[in-house]
């Protein structure tokens, strides 16, 4: 969407306003909270394992089996900046059982899948079967989009494998791939082309560029004419579908394509016809029938409109900027882009909204305005949120919150200065949660972060305050008190949940990074708060329904210029399953 850059840029500014002046509550979204639910506290230096809580009084001690894997390292060879727990666990009316014991050194959480590295090799763990599926046996193992293949890494090549580790597409690509419309798109010795899975060449590897993945059936490729790539169009089968005249070709969406003639930006459809004539630094076809556009050489004064797809009739001239955007990126767009018939857009430093006739229905008054949804949008000035509707009017006025964030079924978080100051002087800001039609108080504002959440209890809220996570219902009640370092989603009744510990910067190879709870002591509670297992591992995650990973040492970096930045290296990680 167009204020999608703008809204993340002026967020961050109003967030630093906000620290600057009061608690530097964190805002974690819907993601993180299902997955990575971790409260923002003040990192506690833990030298080593320290169990916490209490014991359940009739519990069962379970040993754990002794480890087996020789690439494991030993206690002596650890390294030295290490929280270490130990091998045993304790429960309580439910049934676990270690199923893979601590040989893997890192893990990456993909679904029902696992990637798993010993020896600096990687593998697949399947977690409804809990088996490993792909053996550590490559640089690289990842699921594919597909939901059965796997495309692994050997050396400097890739291929497939399937949902049993066999390879099915051998090693051949120097480049990663996906399989989609039954193809996959390669490299070898600098050329391009594509194979099936049974690695027949459908694409001749002879082209000299080529998008990663056909769209709508097409793929879009290029050949050097000596002096310059020139693209065009592919099918499946390599047959030129669009010639090779274009500087740049991005892949179909909804029928169009972007391309370059000339320089200049403009649309083209599946045949291979011209749209929207080349005349603009860029452009990109939205779902609504319309084209959002950018005009101007210097990119400090570059503006944007839209127009008609049908017959390229001018519906917003080009006299909105795009903020602090340095240039026009495509990704940064909703392919929706009006939400309720409305479209935000910015001009003069002010936001309002146009409607698609191009018509300026909501003046431009406001530092921030956000997409509209069921017939609401969230606007801002100075460090103050409001919520109207499609006709302008205030729903909730300004001078009540600092922060609003929409959650579903009519409600929205929000962030009030409590009257309150720290130990360092600031202001205290806290969250709450409100009934948007009626204003009225659902959770009240005492927490320090609180987050919309769903694991079988209808609406809830997961609420942090003190440092620590509890769980609410639907009416602001306290189901569980604040009370656990973290607290997990509930999966068939139970949660993992830790109390005391550290969280540490946790980078799974997969281009995600988290913070890990490390140390502490770990629990499988259940919805009335009940202990139903301990653990006394240094870390763990809850991987499904039925399976948690458990490390029983994890190793971590120092920043030596920050020693507050303490980042998870390694560990030994293994597999236990519930029920």
């Known amino acids: 969407m167009v204020n999608r850059l703008l809204t993340v840029i002026t967020f961050s500014i109003f967030l630093f306003i906000i620290t600057a002046c009061g608690d530097s509550a964190k805002l974690v979204d819907n993601y993180e909270m299902q997955d990575n639910p971790y409260p923002d506290e003040d990192v506690r230096l833990v030298p080593e394992f320290t169990p916490y809580g209490t014991v359940p009084p009739e519990s069962i001690q379970t040993p754990m089996p002794a480890q087996t894997s020789p690439s494991t390292p030993s206690p002596t060879s650890r390294p030295e900046n290490i929280i270490a727990g130990t091998n045993n666990f304790t429960a309580d009316g439910v ?46 193992v990842r699921q594919n989009e597909d939901g059965l293949s796997h495309i692994l890494v050997e050396g400097n090549r890739w291929g497939v494998a399937d949902a049993d580790g066999n390879v099915i597409v051998p090693f051949i690509s120097d480049v990663s791939f996906s399989m989609n419309y039954g ?20 694409v001749p590897l002879e082209f000299d560029n080529a998008g990663r993945f056909f769209s709508e059936g097409l793929l879009n490729v290029a050949r050097s004419d ?7 169009f592919v099918d499946i089968y390599g047959q030129e ?75 917003v001239p080009p006299i909105y900027s795009m903020g602090p955007s340095s240039d026009f990126q495509c990704e940064y767009f909703s392919r929706q882009f009006f939400f309720d018939g409305l479209a935000a857009l910015e001009r003069d430093r002010k936001w309002g909204y146009v409607n698609m006739q191009g018509e300026e229905v909501i003046p431009f008054i406001y530092e921030f305005a956000s997409d509209f949804h069921n017939g609401l949008s969230i606007v801002g000035n100075g460090n103050e949120m409001a919520i109207i509707n499609t006709y302008g009017e205030m729903v909730i006025p300004f001078g009540e919150y600092h922060y609003i964030n929409f959650l579903s079924d009519g ?20 969250y709450g949660v ?14 320090s972060e609180i987050i919309q959440r769903d694991d079988g209890f209808a609406a809830q809220y997961g609420g942090r305050k003190d440092g620590r996570w509890g769980l609410l219902d639907e009416i602001g009640r306290e189901i569980i008190p604040p009370m656990y370092t973290y607290l997990g989603v509930f999966m068939d009744g139970f949660a993992l949940a830790s109390v005391g510990g550290e969280r540490m910067l946790y980078s799974t190879g997969e281009l995600t990074s988290y913070m890990l709870p490390v140390g502490g002591q770990w629990l499988l509670i259940d919805r009335e708060n009940n202990v139903a297992a301990t653990f006394e591992f240094a870390a763990m995650q809850r991987v499904s329904n039925n399976l948690l990973a458990f490390s029983e040492y994890i190793s971590y970096s120092v920043n030596p210029h920050m020693p507050e930045d303490r980042r998870v290296q390694s560990g030994e990680w293994g597999f236990i399953q519930i029920g």
């Open 95 to 140: 049934q676990l059982t270690v199923v893979n014991s601590p040989t893997y050194a890192d893990i990456g959480i993909q679904g029902n899948y696992v990637r798993v590295l010993t020896n600096e090799q990687t593998g697949l763990f399947c977690a409804s079967t809990m088996t490993e599926i792909v053996p550590p046996l490559s640089g690289w």
């Open 183 to 202: 193809r996959g798109v390669v490299r070898q010795n600098d050329k391009w082309g594509a194979i099936d899975f049974a690695g027949n060449i459908y």
């Open 226 to 232: 000596g002096e310059a790539l020139k693209w065009g």
């Open 241 to 315: 579908i669009i010639p090779f005249i274009y500087e740049e070709a991005n892949p179909f969406a909804h029928g169009f394509a972007r391309v370059m003639y000339d320089g200049k930006m403009g649309l083209i459809n599946m045949a291979g016809e011209v749209i929207i004539p080349f005349k603009y630094i860029d452009v990109m076809p939205l779902l609504c029938g319309t084209a959002v556009f950018s005009v101007g050489e210097d990119w400090r004064e570059r503006k944007i409109g839209i127009v008609d797809l049908s017959d390229g009739r001018l519906i």
């Open 411 to 430: 409600l929205a978080s929000v962030l009030v200065d409590s009257g309150r100051t720290d130990s360092r002087g600031f202001r205290e800001l806290t």
């Open 434 to 447: 409100i009934e948007i039609a009626t204003g009225s108080e659902i959770v009240p504002p005492i927490y």
